[in-house]
């Protein structure tokens, strides 16, 4: 209990803006957003337009507890003037478990007790593990928790404690900046909340992820929570994964719940702390949706954004979600409310092995690769902390260069080795990154100094304040006598851009990491000719067995040609091709100055491994102007179309399709609600003759929906094809006279399900817990919009055009 002095002198119309969120008492919107915000009152706050409060010193506030009895009773006598008692005391936030099963709602833990947690351990997780026996950590290796979507805390029973300790001050006289006072002025009160949420977040990650791995280990098992957001929590996301085995975020596929890139992709900061640690594993709950069911177009959804993530240093995908429905339910049967739904009972499971294998040949290549970066980025110690996208790009590293991401706890932990800042994990970098706020603590600060002073190239503006109350104003000083004596006291020239030499090393500021690395003459990473943007292409760099090993994605739908640099050399390209399987050896590429230059193409969010494996001599070169062909159409396959449905779900047995039909639009609602397989046949014969030095392949060119296609040309060469254009080497099959074309094309469940609950008769053919007509958040619509199906074509022969000769150099 405290006795607060109200003096109109001190009422003042500046409160502590967004005091809720600074609090800790909510999420903070979105994904991943940025905080920083909560560290003062720039940002307007229209809820304390024409309100005041009153400004106390803390030297004036005066502790009651002590004269208050068991009952609640306070016997104190009063000084003269107004005062205002503040009894302080906490309650539940009432927050519940977001995604439940049945029996299992409730509150949420007390993630900041290490009671609570043990509590929970002893009383759910125990029991699953004795029932478990010997399959624990042998068969039963890891366990999981979801992300953050606990709202907000912010006090448990030994909270004051805490504090003192981790801070250095009693937190007790600044606590009626809670109540909305300003205690001292607006900055202090800023700069206690900033201790306050820091300390928060220092109690989560000790108290329940760093106890969650203790007890973990006890059992020979690991962990692997979803920890940093990237819901914006009471969190500092990095410190959190530092207790994990396996570092786990997650991905979506397009949703209406998150439409923008921004929204979906969350890898970075995961595999950044992977990399600063020394973890080998970068998992992701992947191709999560909430919105519409079963609509899963692979190549054109989950596929991009898986390469998306690869590129951010994914390297395990775990499917959002494999629902395990027991036979009873039917099908599509029991499903989560969210997807992608992938599990046995989707139409195209038995089809989907080409898919999974493209997952599982790209993951085992980057599992086993360390990383390569030029740029290490710090973000700061203000909470929540907890990254974005990797094209967020606070570095300014890209197009060209990639980068890692740390926290305080490894900032403080630093080497330099020939210049380069070394972190924990062992990787390298060329250049560390201070925030753009010009925030810092003291202990970041004088780490900075000592880095700078052993070699390190360090890029930030020299830092204005440091934002906490520890230390008092003997720690203030010894900060701003830091600062200038690494950055000087020019301030116009440390307001603007400039560079210089502290200790061994190199202090800049006004220029991007990009900036300062091409000036200094290191070449990009990775570049394409003629494109400067960083959503078109990406890449990431690793090293196996001393071997450079490049991943890279188109991120369009369009078909590119395009000339690619690497920085190495000396060693001859491979093409590493993750769908077939196949690897060819770079037929075009010039080398020198250490750099690589090849012409690529890619098709529609294609992907593909370069790896520089074979020794050359200097003087080796390629020689064609290619090392993929391009393709002509020669011939297009017209039709008629006899299309055999499967009646068990409704469709006609057999039915003439004179020309391509989207399914969905179809006349006969047999058709127009189908799900499932259906066999396209056709004949033809060949109006050209083919060349015998040329290959020949079948361009499918539009399947939907989920874009898997079975080819069988004259009852041979059943191939499985799932990404755009959807070609396959019909060179073997093809013959003179009349030709056989099967085309097994799979949609998914979405229009069955939808004719079921739209349809004018009264026979169902799905059973499911979903109900398509309620949108993403729960709300009935006027109409279900079928999903387009079926073998759209136009379906063609495509001749193979192998390259012309090449010469060139970089």
Not at 14 to 33: D, M, R, V
Not at 556 to 563: F, L
Not at 602 to 610: K, L, Q, S, T
Not at 691 to 710: H, M, P, S, W
Request: net charge negative; charged share 25%; aromatic share 12%.
């Amino acid at each position: 209990m405290l006795a607060l002095p109200l003096k109109k002198e001190n009422i003042t119309d500046e409160g502590i803006t967004f005091l809720e969120l600074k609090l800790g008492l909510h999420e903070l919107g979105g994904s991943a957003p940025d905080c920083r915000f909560l560290l003062d009152n720039t940002r307007p706050d229209k809820s304390l337009a024409g309100k005041t409060t009153h400004r106390i010193k803390d030297g004036d506030i005066i502790d009651l507890t002590r004269r208050m009895d068991a009952t609640g009773k306070l016997t104190w006598d009063a000084p003269a003037g107004e005062w205002s008692i503040m009894r302080i005391g906490y309650t539940c936030t009432g927050a519940a478990v977001s995604t439940s099963s049945n029996k299992w709602q409730g509150n949420v833990l007390d993630y900041m007790s290490r009671g609570a947690f043990d509590f929970y351990w002893n009383d759910v997780v125990e029991p699953v593990l004795k029932a478990a026996g010997n399959h624990v950590g042998t068969t039963l290796k890891y366990m999981e928790t979801d992300s953050w979507e606990c709202g907000g805390m912010n006090w448990t029973d030994n909270f004051r404690r805490e504090f003192a300790s981790r801070r250095g001050y009693d937190p007790l006289k600044y606590l009626p900046v809670a109540g909305g006072y300003v205690v001292g002025d607006v900055d202090v009160s800023n700069a206690f909340l900033a201790d306050f949420r820091k300390t928060i977040a220092d109690m989560v990650a000790d108290n329940h992820y760093a106890r969650f791995a203790e007890l973990a280990r006890q059992h020979n098992m690991g962990i692997q929570p979803e920890s940093a957001g990237p819901h914006a929590g009471p969190l500092d996301g990095i410190k959190n994964y530092s207790f994990s085995e396996i570092v786990m975020s997650e991905f979506w596929s397009p949703s209406p719940h998150r439409p923008r890139p921004q929204d979906r992709f969350f890898l970075k900061q995961a595999s950044s702390a992977a990399h600063i640690y020394g973890k080998r594993i970068v998992g992701a709950e992947s191709f999560t949706t909430i919105g519409p069911h079963w609509n899963d177009e692979l190549w054109r959804n989950q596929k991009p954004a898986f390469d998306h993530e690869i590129c951010a240093g994914l390297n395990r995908l775990y499917f959002h979600t494999f629902t395990c429905s027991p036979a009873e339910m039917g099908l599509p049967g029991q499903e989560y409310f969210a997807g992608t739904h992938i599990n046995p009972q989707v139409t195209w499971w038995n089809e989907s092995a080409p898919f999974i294998d493209y997952l599982n040949r790209t993951q085992m290549i980057v599992q086993n690769g360390t990383f390569i970066a030029d740029v290490l980025y710090y973000y700061g110690d203000h909470i929540p902390n907890v990254f974005p996208y990797k094209h967020s790009d606070p570095a300014g590293a890209m197009p060209g260069f990639d980068y890692d991401v740390t926290n305080e706890d490894v900032l403080l932990r630093l080497n330099v080795r020939d210049g380069r800042v070394i972190v924990p994990g062992g990787i390298e970098y060329k250049v560390l990154v201070l925030p753009d706020h010009r925030t810092l603590s003291l202990d970041a600060l004088k780490k900075v100094d000592e880095l700078l002073r052993k070699g390190a190239h360090v890029i930030g503006y020299k830092p204005e304040r440091c934002i906490s109350l520890t230390g008092g104003g003997k720690a203030q000083r010894q900060f701003r006598k830091l600062a200038d004596k690494i950055w000087g006291t020019d301030v116009v020239a440390v307001a603007s851009k400039g560079a210089r030499t502290y200790g061994k090393g190199t202090v800049a500021w006004g220029v991007s990491a990009r900036e300062f690395l091409t000036g200094a003459g290191v070449e990009p990473d990775f570049a394409v000719a003629g494109n400067d943007g960083k959503a078109d292409f990406d890449y990431i760099h690793y090293t196996l067995s001393g071997k450079d090993v490049y991943f890279v994605s188109n991120q369009t739908e369009e078909r590119q040609k395009i000339s690619c640099t690497f920085r190495t050399s000396g060693y001859r390209p491979e093409i590493w091709d993750a769908l077939t399987g196949t690897i060819k050896k770079a037929k075009a590429f010039t080398q020198g100055g250490g750099r690589t230059q090849m012409p690529l193409t890619f098709e529609p969010y294609g992907a593909m491994f370069i790896i520089f494996d074979e020794p050359i001599s200097a003087d080796e070169q390629g020689t064609a102007a290619g090392n993929q062909p391009d393709y002509r159409p020669v011939m297009e396959v017209a039709g008629p179309w006899t299309v055999g449905f499967d009646p068990r779900w409704g469709g006609p047995e057999s039915v003439v399709f004179p020309v391509l039909t989207d399914w969905a639009e179809h006349a006969d609602e047999r058709i127009r609600y189908y799900s499932g397989a259906a066999i396209y046949h056709t004949t033809f014969s060949l109006d050209f003759t083919p060349a015998t030095d040329r290959r020949y392949f079948l361009q499918l060119e539009n399947v939907k929906d989920v874009g898997i296609a079975v080819v069988k040309v004259n009852g041979k060469n059943r191939s499985v094809v799932w990404t755009s254009p959807f070609r396959v080497d019909i060179s073997g099959d093809l013959k003179a006279g009349s030709n056989t074309l099967d085309v097994k094309v799979i949609n998914s469940w979405y229009n069955r399900v939808a004719g079921d609950e739209i349809a004018s008769g009264t026979e169902r053919f799905t059973s499911t817990n979903v109900v398509l007509q309620n949108d993403f958040r729960g709300v009935r619509t006027e109409k279900i919009r079928l999903e387009p199906s079926g073998l759209l074509g136009p379906v063609r022969i495509m001749e193979e055009e192998l390259p012309p000769m090449h010469t060139g150099g970089v």
